[in-house]
């Protein structure tokens, strides 16, 4: 991983309209390919964080940049444009519940289509197979025409997942994707994101509470308290102790 | 061991204060307003016969009035028809941009709605009658007058509606790129679409019933008919009448809850 990173913050400050300080001087680069997770108290600015990214959020000051282009002067097409290559996983799913699966994976690829087509639904066949194939990818084509509130939660999730590939992304962000779910259904989720990761190359960043989770799936882990970076390790490097001092307060 | 603390309620909760004192205002405004206004519930009831001497004579429907009210009665369901479909054409972007989960913009929102608050403060008579002035007597002004109320009506329904939804698929559709007419036509629709429905058809039974008077004043339909019996004491036709069109509205109260177990 030599190459220029893919993310870069740079003396990013955010400060909500009420004064809360949600991220304080952040200063990091995300390589190509990592799969990043970022751990902190709660109230931290972990979802802060990751909404900058794809612009949910805006920053006060300082910069971000995506393959070497701030993102902070993006409007309308352009911004749309930067969302469609960043996937977002949602804690609570985020599907349309009276929707089919199959409808909710297509929303992910509405970007690809004029807004005309996209309310026709006028998919193009190539986009129905691809909807498939992003099923296929986390194992439940045969729900392709269930409702997507008859899912449990981790098969929600799991749409959820595919509605993210069809945007073609070259990185996924999830925040607590895992935390309404069971412990097998937690491995299975996280399972995907790192096959994501491995397999297509996907940039995965990652919010948990859970230090054990983090420690089996990072390559490496940014920890936060009250906005600022106060962690930033290679896993190899990463040590228990270092892990419990991140969730000690203050 | 001592006992866990347990919160103490406030004075004012511990004596319902709150209940009590709505449940005495409300009934204050009920006095106060009947004694301003000079109703009189004592006249409601001395004068009670002439309401069943009313219903007796109703109670025997002339039977063969009811083919020639079939034209009408149809003239009536397509005239609400018409006029609660392009109300509500109008009434949907309108409470897109009323409802204060979709539209950020304070100044935009209030414009909006101090627009729907006038449309819904002018009395459809009012309307009616100048419509009828406009148009001369038929069944475009009652239409548009439908059209009207039916917008001012179901687009403070509709917004009230959208401000209800959940706001997360919002969030995932915003995230995926999708321009904001999309993110509505995915995340928002589906959430609302059997409500509107059952609003839609619930005003369209209100203006069935409301096309029967807007008739009176030669807007078309039924109403020219129920003018015309009761003018002539005829109140076997009037119990047709009533009798027809409480079919139109049960007919309708059906299909609203066929559709709404359909699409929920
Ligand atoms: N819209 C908002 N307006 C004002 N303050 C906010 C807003 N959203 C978040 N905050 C504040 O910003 C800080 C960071 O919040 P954030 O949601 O990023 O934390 P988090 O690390 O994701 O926490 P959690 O683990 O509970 O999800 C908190 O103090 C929070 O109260
Ligand atoms: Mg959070």
């Known amino acids: 991983m030599d190459q220029q990173p893919i993310i870069s913050f740079k003396n990013v400050n955010k400060i909500y309209s009420n004064g809360t300080v949600g991220l304080k001087d952040i200063n990091f680069d995300i390589p190509r390919g990592e799969f990043l997770v970022v751990v902190g108290l709660s109230g931290a600015g972990k979802s802060t964080l990751l909404r900058t990214i794809n612009r949910m959020h805006e920053i006060s000051s300082g910069e971000i940049t995506i393959e070497d282009e701030p993102i902070s002067s993006y409007k309308g097409q352009s911004l749309r444009l930067l969302r469609r290559k960043i996937g977002m996983i949602f804690q609570d799913f985020n599907l349309i519940k009276r929707s089919t699966v199959q409808r909710n994976v297509l929303s992910g690829r509405v970007s690809y289509y004029p807004t005309w087509k996209s309310v026709l639904s006028l998919f193009s066949t190539a986009d129905k197979d691809r909807a498939i194939r992003a099923l296929e990818r986390v194992n439940l084509t045969e729900k392709l025409y269930t409702r997507a509130d008859e899912l449990s939660g981790g098969q929600q999730q799991r749409v959820a997942i595919a509605r993210t590939l069809m945007q073609d992304p070259k990185v996924i962000l999830a925040d607590e994707p895992v935390a309404s779910l069971d412990p097998l259904t937690t491995q299975t989720v996280m399972d995907i994101l790192k096959r994501l990761n491995q397999e297509d190359g996907i940039t995965v960043i990652v919010n948990l509470h859970s230090v054990a989770l983090a420690r089996q799936y990072a390559d490496r882990i940014v920890g936060l308290r009250a906005g600022a970076v106060v962690y930033d390790k290679e896993i190899a490097d990463v040590t228990e102790a270092d892990l419990t001092k991140i969730y000690q307060t203050a | ?264």
Request: proline letters at 3%; charged letters at 10%; hydrophobic letters at 55%.
């Open chain 2, 1 to 264: 061991m001592t006992t866990p603390e347990i919160p103490q309620r406030s004075w004012s909760q511990r004596w319902h204060v709150k209940a009590v004192g709505w449940t005495v205002l409300l009934v204050a405004l009920l006095v106060g307003s009947s004694r301003m206004t000079g109703v009189d519930v004592g006249m409601f009831f001395s004068n009670f016969d002439q309401f069943t001497n009313l219903l007796v004579r109703m109670s025997q429907p002339a039977w063969s009035y009811v083919p020639i009210i079939i034209q009408p009665l149809y003239e009536t369901i397509q005239m609400a028809i018409l006029g609660t479909t392009i109300g509500t054409v109008f009434a949907v972007p309108f409470a897109v941009l009323a409802a204060s989960n979709l539209v950020h913009n304070q100044w935009l929102r209030g414009f909006i709605r101090l627009i729907l608050d006038l449309v819904r403060t002018l009395p459809d008579l009012l309307l009616a009658a100048i419509f009828v002035a406009i148009f001369g007597i038929g069944s475009t002004a009652g239409v548009i007058t439908l059209a009207i109320f039916s917008f001012g009506m179901i687009s403070k329904l509709f917004y009230e509606v959208i401000e209800t939804i959940d706001m997360g698929p919002l969030e995932a559709m915003e995230s995926v790129g999708a321009s904001k007419v999309t993110i509505i036509w995915y995340a928002v629709l589906p959430q609302i679409m059997n409500q509107f429905v059952s609003y839609f058809l619930y005003t369209l039974e209100i203006n069935v019933r409301a096309s029967t008077v807007l008739g009176y004043l030669g807007a078309g339909g039924i109403g020219v008919f129920l003018q015309r019996s009761l003018s002539e004491f005829d109140y076997g036709k009037t119990a047709v009448i009533i009798l027809a069109t409480l079919v139109v509205v049960m007919v309708i109260d059906g299909v609203s809850n066929h559709l709404r177990r359909v699409l929920l």
